[in-house]
């Protein structure tokens, strides 16, 4: 019995989520996009100085390594056949920037991840390069405005304050890449033949490359002063990359000889495994940050309301790249895990749904989580965090509450300028990320919209995006994406439970929060050391 269930389930793809809090394996059915098995690994975030946050990248690839070899016992301990899976796909946080040594492996810095904030005086000094000291300069080549955010300054910044690096890129022994490239990388063989390489969702996050002519820019690399012989190559999102190799420090080999051909950032990952491959259709993402992104087809728009242009797939070497506008918020989860973490008031990031709908309300208390400054749609680096409305009667439940709220704020002020931008509104948002299991949040959400919010049963859509694109790839060819073979999925619907008016009160309430952040920071932030 259990040998033909086995035979039953035909080919499966397994897919690697690295995010910025955890690392997880999933495998799903390539015929049903059941998700069959996966296991998850939270990851240490360093915060070695005021507005500095590291990772570890050996760390991130030993949890790569720990999650598919415990995803595989699981899956033999369900009569699963392991050898059924016949590609690997890739999704990462974006913009976290590593650069290693290629003769030995090893990273010579922690992951400089993509919320840090140190980077502020390197962008302040290429800001006075630039005519008019105009931030949005290399928008119509890029999508993005000049900010901490991307991974030029930040490679910048380690090329100028990390001596080992600026020795191994003079030696010719550096390597740059995001996180997909250094778990590529690492996991077709590292030192001994590693692939080095990137996908164009991942590579448009730079600030280094053209989203039109799909190519580094030269005159990006010159400005930013970055030396090009150490950047990946860069292909599609779905494509053999290299094969899966065996790890002899960790005995890691389950996979070994299946190919890597799915690579998407974390967010473009999500759009797919919600399926908007139309023109027009969005997706926003809850997880350490809020990511709302509109597909906008074959041709890139450039907002006047604060979003990024950004590379949404492209499914293969001939396929057409598509491009998304991207409202993008720093802090969502993360502020759940601050709450926990920082201020103790919970003791499970589930715990924030409890206190929340305990209280109801924010009995009048806004919070608003700058605690990177303010992404979209202000772009304001001297932003910080604010809880304000306060009253002896406020208690955590009430905080509890507003952080959520905060969450719904940000996603309304992002979905507002997507509306602006495309002219026509949404009527509804599809939802995803680990957040959307939070129904207070959900129901919140959609009253602060005004619109129906819709999740999907599946909430797992960014791994589901990155095996899509490593089951379709030419070669694998196992995962048909026609619009008539996509599996239709059951979702769970919020509706609008409070009147526009109130809502309408409480975002212009938030509005008056958010100039109150503004401004605070003056002083250019410490970003000197070498923060060991």
Not at 81 to 86: E, V
Not at 297 to 325: M, N, W
Not at 411 to 418: F, H, M, P, S
Not at 507 to 524: C, G, I, L, Y
């Amino acid at each position: 019995m259990a040998a033909s269930n086995r035979m039953m389930l035909g080919p499966l793809v397994g897919s690697i989520d690295q995010g910025t809090s955890s690392t997880r394996f999933l495998v799903f059915n390539a015929k049903t996009s059941e998700l069959l098995s996966h296991h998850q690994v939270e990851i240490v975030q360093k915060f070695p100085k005021e507005g500095w946050v590291e990772q570890d990248p050996k760390e991130i690839l030993n949890s790569v390594h720990e999650c598919v070899e415990k995803t595989c016992e699981k899956l033999q301990q369900l009569n699963i056949d392991i050898t059924n899976i016949k590609a690997i796909g890739v999704s990462n946080q974006r913009e976290t920037t590593v650069v290693w040594d290629k003769t030995t492996g090893e990273p010579l810095y922690n992951a400089i991840v993509w919320l840090d904030l140190r980077t502020q005086a390197t962008v302040d000094r290429l800001l006075k390069k630039i005519p008019g000291k105009n931030k949005s300069f290399f928008k119509f080549r890029t999508g993005l405005p000049l900010s901490t955010y991307f991974s030029a300054v930040k490679l910048r910044w380690l090329l100028d304050n990390v001596e080992e690096i600026k020795q191994a890129v003079g030696d010719g022994r550096a390597m740059f890449g995001t996180i997909d490239s250094w778990l590529i990388w690492s996991l077709t063989g590292g030192k001994n033949g590693g692939v080095h390489c990137t996908d164009v969702t991942n590579a448009s996050r730079t600030m280094l490359f053209n989203i039109h002519s799909l190519e580094w820019d030269p005159e990006l690399c010159q400005f930013f002063d970055i030396p090009m012989e150490i950047l990946p190559k860069v292909r599609s999102s779905s494509e053999i990359y290299g094969l899966m190799k065996i790890c002899p420090s960790l005995k890691s080999g389950a996979l070994t000889g299946v190919p890597i051909s799915g690579c998407l950032g974390d967010q473009s990952a999500a759009l797919v495994g919600q399926m908007c491959f139309q023109d027009g259709q969005a997706k926003n993402t809850y997880g350490t940050g809020c990511f709302l992104l509109c597909n906008t087809g074959q041709k890139s728009v450039f907002s006047e309301h604060g979003l990024l242009t950004t590379i949404a797939y492209k499914l293969g070497r001939d396929k057409p790249v598509c491009y998304a506008l991207e409202g993008s918020v720093a802090i969502a989860g993360a502020v759940v895990r601050w709450l926990r973490d920082n201020l103790g008031i919970l003791k499970t990031s589930q715990e924030v749904e409890k206190l929340a709908a305990e209280a109801g309300t924010s009995y009048g208390c806004y919070f608003v989580p700058a605690f990177s400054g303010l992404y979209a749609p202000y772009w304001e680096p001297s932003a910080r965090g604010i809880i304000c409305g306060l009253t002896q009667f406020t208690n955590k439940n009430h905080i509890a509450f507003a952080a959520l709220e905060a969450v719904c704020f940000q996603t309304r002020e992002l979905l507002d300028a997507i509306n602006k931008d495309c002219g026509v509104p949404l009527n509804q948002l599809q939802v995803d990320g680990g957040m959307t299991n939070n129904k207070v949040l959900m129901q919140l959400q959609s009253d602060i919209l005004c619109i129906p919010v819709v999740k999907p049963s599946m909430p797992e859509t960014t791994a589901l995006g990155a095996a899509m694109a490593a089951g379709a790839a030419e070669g694998v060819g196992i995962w048909s994406l026609n619009p008539g073979d996509l599996t239709a999925v059951t979702c769970e619907r919020f509706e609008p439970q409070i009147n526009p008016e109130e809502s309408e009160f409480r975002f212009a309430r938030w509005k008056k929060a958010v100039m109150k952040s503004m401004d605070w920071v003056t002083s250019d932030i410490s970003s000197n050391g070498n923060g060991n």
